[in-house]
């Protein structure tokens, strides 16, 4: 069975900090997707980040970056500069392609960023 | 585009009524949607999986009989939540399947609280 886990339960920072969200994954499957999800207060998910199993690449989207490792199963987020909108709590996913289309979510990381 | 709209966004209902979440998806298809529960500071839990003109796959320890799960047409999935309890009180989520990057959208919540 696939597992996601988000070890970090909740982060502060100040503004301008760079902070890194960790997150490992589980799964025997070769073929699979990693999403990242952002939830602010208001409680809807939006959508940061979809990377498929065989696209190891890093990106960065302005002040997202991502970190792809297949050989430790993790999928690490990052904010450089961060700002108090960063504020949310972030959720890293994962989906098999013969899953059902269901995707399995972490526990999520809360993340607060004080001026 | 890709806007799923969820209604409503919070309900308080008496213990033993039942309550209807509607999700709709406004400029696209789903033949698929997902219905999550979120506990405060908890993950996302599917609950069941809702295909159109079918009858919904629940999770294991879902109660089928008591949310019971419509998606009548390729725009709208409906969840009913039947003789709610305290214990149903959640934060309830549809999210929508759809070709392109993100692969989901999602509603933006229901907040049920049951007296």
């Known amino acids: 069975a696939q597992k996601v886990t988000q070890a970090q339960t909740e982060i502060s920072v100040v503004e301008k900090e760079d902070v890194t969200l960790d997150c490992v994954y589980e799964t025997r499957d070769t073929t699979y997707y990693l999403f990242w999800y952002k939830q602010p207060p208001s409680g809807e998910l939006v959508f940061l980040i979809r990377r498929n199993s065989f696209d190891e690449q890093n990106e960065i989207s302005g002040r997202y970056s991502w970190n792809f490792q297949k050989s430790t199963s993790s999928f690490n987020f990052t904010i450089t500069a961060s700002q108090v909108v960063d504020s949310a709590v972030y959720f890293c996913?994962?989906?098999?392609?013969?899953?059902?289309?269901?995707?399995?979510f972490g526990t999520g990381t809360q993340l607060k960023v004080e001026l | 585009g890709a806007v799923v709209s969820q209604h409503p966004s919070r309900v308080i209902c008496k213990s033993g009524t039942s309550v209807k979440i509607e999700c709709r998806s406004l400029d696209f298809q789903a033949t698929t949607m997902f219905w999550y529960r979120q506990f405060p500071k908890q993950s996302l839990m599917l609950m069941a999986t809702s295909n159109e003109g079918s009858k919904a796959t629940y999770e294991q320890g879902v109660e089928k009989d008591k949310f019971l799960i419509n998606h009548a047409s390729l725009t709208l999935s409906t969840l009913t939540v039947t003789s709610a309890h305290p214990e149903d009180s959640s934060f309830y989520i549809c999210s929508a399947l759809r070709t392109g990057l993100s692969g989901y959208t999602f509603g933006s919540g229901t907040r049920l609280t049951v007296v």
């Open positions: 996913a994962l989906k098999l392609t013969g899953g059902g289309n269901k995707l399995t």
